[in-house]
């Protein structure tokens, strides 16, 4: 199954960014080579870009606040494990003040690292990174594996309090919604939202044996799929048959 992700609210839709972002992160570091390397490089300048916002780390505490209150109104509940409580509480508080130590912005103690920000400087310009432009950031692409590597885990260190603290409430929410069959009639979908409940994002599986791609819009009040088909003009077509697919909403 092909999984699709769809935010109904900007604060989700920029979790999942940087989840996309810390994911992609991860595989390039654990890589040898040195052009992975650099495009690991050019994802934490992504991540501190995309982290900036002046609210992002308000936002995220904020969250993780919520769910420590409302998991802890479930204390007493005979139908809910006191342990399991215990367990998912323990990982909030500790991601909160983690995240709560950290000064200013995800990333911002990189900025004082003037090594790094010529890098920055100059990595979104066309070939702006030749060794021409910057020897010592082509030096160091020349250092053995293991080195470089060092040098990425230290400048990552930074970041992993927010990356802990989106993969954890990502997770939870995932794991808020249960997933359901829909048929889409003639590749179109459409379902009014439950009123007096929040929903924040969408989760949609389709079988890949279908070659159907969903184009998936929605509010607070109603979402909408339509099933598109990649034609041999390289364009999308509306596919125009019934199809199934599995739907998962999460609050």
């Known amino acids: 199954m092909i999984l699709y992700e769809y935010p109904f609210n900007e604060r989700v839709r920029t979790y999942l960014r940087l989840e996309h972002l810390f994911s992609r992160l991860s595989d390039l570091m654990a890589r040898a080579n040195a052009l992975d ?4 490089i050019q994802t934490i300048f992504e991540i ?7 609210d992002m780390k308000a936002d995220v505490l904020k969250d993780i606040d919520r769910h420590r209150s409302q998991l802890n109104s479930y204390r007493g509940n005979p139908a809910i ?11 909030l508080d500790v991601c909160f003040e983690q995240l709560n130590a950290t000064a200013g912005k995800a990333g911002q103690s990189l900025t004082d690292n003037d090594w790094l920000m010529a890098i920055r400087s100059r990595i979104g310009i066309p070939g702006g990174t030749c060794e021409f432009d910057l020897p010592g950031y082509f030096h160091w692409q020349h250092l053995e594996p293991q080195r470089r590597q060092v040098d990425l885990n230290r400048w990552v260190q ?4 927010l990356a802990e603290a989106i993969t954890l409430l990502l997770k939870m929410m995932r794991e808020s919604g249960s997933p359901h069959k829909v048929v889409a ?8 939202l439950p009123q007096g409940r929040t929903y924040q994002l969408l989760r949609l599986a389709i079988d890949p044996q279908l070659n159907l791609i969903p184009e998936i819009s929605g509010n607070r009040l109603m979402l909408s799929v339509r099933l598109l088909r990649q ?4 364009k ?9 697919f599995e ?5």
């Open 185 to 192: 009639p003639g590749g179109q979908f459409q379902q009014n």
């Open 37 to 40: 390397h650099h495009f690991a």
């Open 247 to 251: 739907l998962t909403l999460c609050s």
């Open 48 to 54: 501190m870009d995309v982290a900036s916002r002046a």
């Open 236 to 244: 999308m077509h509306p596919a125009g048959e019934d199809a199934a």
């Open 231 to 234: 034609g041999e003009d390289e």
């Open 158 to 161: 930074t970041l992993v309090p």
């Open 81 to 91: 494990s006191e342990r399991a409580l215990d367990e998912v509480i323990g990982q």
